[in-house]
């Protein structure tokens, strides 16, 4: 099992192409997060970092990451408080004065509800997994507008399982196949200011958060197995990926979900 970020060629990232952009990572936990692959891909390319923490527990892991990347702004964000979000952008606005990305990398569901069928989900767990994981990338694009004044990208993370059943994946299927439907509608909207908007798919990924699936290890096994790559894809591809939606060589690309699975998507 690839356990380790892939070797890149030489030089792969020795380029400013982001340089001047001003980002916002929301969704890092630890050193195993998709949003840290994301923001140290950015901060290679040359881009200035906003970085989020969900509270002061989670603060010790992330901090030091944000040293490490030289991040301008840390702050708090509980999408689930009130106000929190909407702190974070004050903040934004009062430091930067504009914003060209944001990448939305959170989820969340009750446990008895993410482990639990679909048809036996509560309402409450309903909900609180839809506003956590789909609405405030929609609250997100509301508050990025204004200051992307002269455009910019937004990005959130779904999952396979959002157009396909994947056993275990349960309550989650709807709410991602939710939040791509909302990349869409926002892209949509935001087009003419210049606002792009994507979902990033990533392949099964050892996080913190894909342990709480059931039977995760063997998803991640049968991952492997069935890719045509037959590799498991790591938080730096994610990155990559995602730095690349952001740069012009995608100017004209807007409202896609992008896969960065290995080829997995494609098997039957």
């Known amino acids: ?38 923001a140290r891909v950015f901060r290679q390319l040359g881009a200035e970092l906003a970085i989020t923490y969900l509270n002061e527990k989670a603060r010790p892991y992330v901090e030091p990451l944000a040293k490490e990347l030289g991040a301008s702004i840390l702050v708090p964000c509980d999408v689930g408080r009130d106000g929190e979000l909407e702190a974070v952008f004050g903040r934004i606005g009062e430091t930067w004065g504009s914003l060209d990305i944001a990448l939305h990398s959170i989820a969340f569901a009750p446990k008895e509800d993410l482990q639990g069928r679909l048809l036996d ?34 990005l959130a993370m779904s999952y ?72 498991l894809v790591d938080i730096d591809d994610v990155g990559l990926t995602a730095a690349y939606l952001t740069t012009p060589f995608a100017r004209r690309l807007t409202g896609t979900t992008t896969y960065v699975d290995g080829g997995l998507s494609i098997m039957a």
Do not use: W
């Open 121 to 154: 989900s509560s309402g409450e767990g309903f909900k609180v997994a839809m506003d956590i994981s789909c609405h405030s990338f929609i609250r997100m694009a509301r508050l990025a507008e204004p200051l992307m004044k002269e455009g910019g990208t937004l």
């Open 1 to 38: 099992m690839n356990d380790h970020p892939a070797e890149l060629p030489p030089g792969a990232l020795q380029s400013n192409i982001l340089h001047g952009k001003r980002a916002l990572v929301v969704g890092i936990a630890n050193e195993h997060s998709i949003a840290y692959g994301c």
């Open 160 to 231: 396979h399982g959002a157009n396909k059943v994947v056993p275990n994946y349960n309550l989650m299927g709807p709410v991602k196949a939710a939040l791509e439907s909302a990349v869409r509608y926002l892209a949509y909207e935001l087009g003419e200011k210049h606002i792009r908007v994507h979902a990033v798919s990533p392949g099964p990924l050892k996080t913190r958060a894909a342990s709480g699936l059931k039977d995760f290890d063997v998803l991640l096994t049968e991952a492997i197995e069935r890719a045509p790559i037959g590799e």
